[in-house]
């Protein structure tokens, strides 16, 4: 089984921009639920975006991002993205991409529950200075 495999980390100042990317290759026909995840040391993971990649493509956001940023998908290159504009320090974290655990109904595609998810990369690092 291929991976999970997050990159477009890196180090950027309050009010910039990053775009991560996550290679999906081989969850097209696994799950129709994708979602972005974030973690700080000694916190637990908390959920970010979310997206129903078939049909209208539903997303849904945390309130802390909404606004901020947008969580797409190439279907032809299998890869899920997040466009992360107007950075804040608080947005540091480890992120994570994170594959549904087969195939859900839009409403239930959310960031909310890490125990929705079935499998997850590696992580990127993302870190935000003032």
């Known amino acids: 089984q291929v991976p999970l495999v997050e990159s477009g980390g890196g180090s950027v100042q309050a009010g910039g921009s990053l775009r991560l990317s996550c290679d999906a290759s081989?969850?097209?026909?696994?799950?129709?639920?994708m979602a972005w995840f974030r973690q700080v040391p000694g916190k637990k993971r908390e959920g970010v975006a979310a997206?129903?990649?078939?049909?209208?493509?539903?997303?849904s956001y945390a309130d802390s991002v909404k606004g901020r940023f947008t969580i797409s998908r190439d279907n032809a290159k299998n890869t899920i993205y997040l466009e992360m504009s107007s950075l804040k320090p608080e947005d540091t974290a480890m992120y994570y991409c994170?594959?549904?655990?087969?195939?859900?109904?839009?409403?239930?595609?959310?960031?909310?529950?890490?125990?929705?998810?079935?499998?997850w990369g590696q992580g990127t690092q993302v870190t935000v200075s003032s």
């Open positions: 994170a594959a549904g655990d087969g195939l859900v109904l839009p409403a239930y595609c959310a960031p909310v529950s890490d125990d929705d998810f079935a499998d």
């Open positions: 081989d969850y097209k026909y696994r799950t129709n639920c």
């Open positions: 997206i129903h990649t078939a049909g209208g493509e539903r997303t």
